[in-house]
């Protein structure tokens, strides 16, 4: 057999490097595995858990050390300060008042016992007003997307894009590009507690203007607030979902780690984002839309999707984007653990408990079986009979309460009931009412005098919850509603300390003329 000529020989082997070279040119430019975020438990869990915490608190330690740096600067941009601006501050030019205003409005809502969180305290600074260096700053200070009453933001979407720039700034701050954002798994009942590494006080994660009852691990949130199995398997739309989200389960953990809304920090939307445990929260938001995305992965794309945000990323730059590139959580380079499983009980369980109207009703909830008159609530329980016609047949119902009005924040948290009538012990939960955000604009810009009650209207899917009760054997019951801070002991016996324990008090203030314009069940 002849030997290749020497020129062919040189020819084949520049074709095998060049094609070595592409496969690994190929290679390199392959985008890596998305990063999975953990919630907490798992987060710190183990010899890499105490390595990711170390480097989580020393993204936070970072941060803030960069609190004091030149306004305009790269380095403020990567603050603490800066991040938690971007949700929201208080200061002359801010849509949520100033210092004064807020301070002025717990006065006038009886809640001035809380006035050291915002004002602070011997040894303990409190928040100061702010103003924005810079055009930048001007441009993205303050522009969270909280739904006011009757109105649609893009809540999901502007949180999730704050999210992904801050973990960007933390991973620079930590010098670790490993550095994923966990979340707060409170909507697992055996993890409504704080976790432990948020109540260390010598930790950079801790902050003393929660509840000091949460912070000592004595009290836990209520896993009643917490729970999305209605939203995520009764709600039909994304907006609807993403509604009752927001006002939910959002809403209720903002209130309970304050004793209630609007005390700073998590009870007040402008100075909310000051505590680390904020974006644990956040995160968990964010993995429940993610839930909601799994379930429904032929959803049809929204105008909502066109709307752009802007952002600093982890070199201090200005970013302007469209919603619309952060829809696939994988093209950001991270997943979540459980987008899967979200519920409680199993989806295929609650899918199968789920009542059909008939096939005939072509418009959702079409016939009203109950309407009550308007009425107040009591400061601690109020109840409400309802009696329903004989012939009723147990389709998908739902509770509606119309015109939910306050002159100002009540004082707490109102938890929603279903029982049956006379007093039952036998009683369901349905939902709980919370406060964040509903005023928190009321006393901003000069602003002091009040204008009015501010009324909402809320829609519970009560199908599973009247089956539970007999329906429709059971025609009379009674809709209840229970002043409550959220909180349930967690059985931890209290620790020497000087910090005051301020029980939550769950009553509502008889002076804010809290008031239900109508109870209705309908089909």
Partial sequence: MKSLRPSLFVTVLCFAVASLNFHAAAAQTTSPPPQVRMKWQDFVSGVDGAKRLASFQRAVAKMRSLDNSPPGSADFRRSWKYWANIHGYLGPNSSFGTLAERSQQLTNDGLAQYLPYLVGTTGKPGIVDQTPPDAIAKAIWATCQHSPPGTEVNFFGWHRMYLYYLERVMRWAAGDPTLTLPYWDYTNPAETALPAEFRDTTSPLYDWRRSPAVNQGLLALNPNITNIDGPLTTDTTFLQYEKDIESGVHGNVHCAMVHTCPVALMGLVGVAANDPIFYMHHTNIDRMWACWQYLHPNEQPGTWENQSFTFVDETGAEVTRPVKDFLDTKALGYVYDNDSQCTRVSTPTVAAMQISPPSNVEQAFPNILFSSTPFPLNS????????????????????????????????????????????????????????????????????????????????????????????????????????????????????????????????????????????????
């Fill in 380 to 523: 601690t329980i109020t109840s409400v009979n309802v009696t329903i016609y004989p012939n009723t047949q147990l389709y998908r119902t739902e509770l509606v309460l119309r015109d939910v009005s306050s002159r100002f924040a009540p004082g707490a948290l109102v938890d929603v009931y279903v029982a049956g009538k006379g007093g039952s012990p036998r009683r369901i939960y349905v939902a709980t009412i919370n406060w964040f955000g509903v005023f928190d604009h009321m006393a901003s810009m000069g602003h002091m005098e009040r204008t009015g009650p501010i009324a909402r209207t809320f829609e519970y899917d009560v199908t599973q919850q009247l089956q539970t009760l007999g329906f429709p054997n059971t025609k009379d019951l009674t809709i209840q509603f229970e002043a409550s801070s959220g909180l349930v002991p967690t059985g931890k016996s209290q620790a020497a300390s000087s910090e005051p324990i301020i029980t939550p008090q769950a009553t509502l203030r008889p002076d804010a003329e809290l008031t239900i314009g109508a109870v209705e069940l309908r089909q």
